[in-house]
Every structure is written in C-alpha cells, then in structure tokens.
C-alpha cells in the first residue's frame, strides 16, 4: 500500500530550526518529484518546496527562500526539510506529496498525501 508519513513538526522558538522527514513505502519512489505544502490554520495550503525524484531540481516559495533547504535520499525512500530561521508565519501543518509529473508548488500536481505534521513556532 502506498504511503507517505512524516514527522519532525514540533514547537520551536523564532529563529529556531527543525528538521521535518517524509518517508515513502509502497511505490517505486525514484520516479516521483516529492514536495513539501503547508497549511495554517484559517489559509490555502500551499505549495513549499518540491525536490525532482534524481535530487539535480529543486524549487522553493519566494517565503521560504535562504531559509529551508529540500533533500532526499532516495536509498532509504526519504525527503528531508530541513527549516532554519523559523518565523511565527511558518507555522503550519505542512504535508509531503508525491507526483509522477513536474515538481511544481501546485497542489494539483500531486496524487499522494501524507497526513501532515505540526510546526508551531512560537516564544
């Protein structure tokens, strides 16, 4: 069965970091773009960074530019977001998707959906 789980999320003061994993079980994971989303509470889910499935292209949100960085190890069927210099505004439950298609910060693009884990950043 295919599946994306994630963790990582947690509470974390501003100007904080963390490290948020998403691993993969149940499908040929070389072959798909995975992308991170985020959703706070009352606003979109949107689309954060995107990471193509041999790693050579990587995108990522004009608001999270400089300051997270997208990773996978594609032996052990893991994507990594690793998030330095958090702000209030990061706050989110933020989910990883996999697509077969282009990696793209569209939710549209993407077939499978982990179920998300919290990031809470606050003093």
């Known amino acids: 069965q295919l599946q994306l789980v994630e963790s990582g999320g947690g509470l974390v003061q501003p100007g904080g970091s963390l490290r948020l994993s998403c691993v993969a079980s149940?499908?040929?994971?070389?072959?798909?773009?995975i992308g991170w989303f985020r959703q706070a509470p009352g606003k979109e889910r949107e689309g954060v960074s995107c990471?193509?499935?041999?790693?050579?292209?990587?995108n990522y949100a004009d608001s999270v530019k400089g300051r997270f960085i997208i990773s996978r190890d594609n032996a052990k069927n893991t994507v990594v977001l690793q998030m330095y210099s958090l702000k209030p505004e990061d706050a989110a439950i933020y989910y990883c998707?996999?697509?077969?298609?282009?990696?793209?910060?569209?939710?549209?693009?993407?077939?499978?959906w982990g179920q998300g884990t919290q990031v809470t950043v606050s003093s």
């Open positions: 149940g499908f040929s994971w070389d072959y798909f773009a």
């Open positions: 990471i193509v499935s041999n790693g050579r292209y990587r």
């Open positions: 998707a996999a697509t077969n298609r282009r990696c793209v910060l569209q939710e549209d693009e993407y077939t499978y």
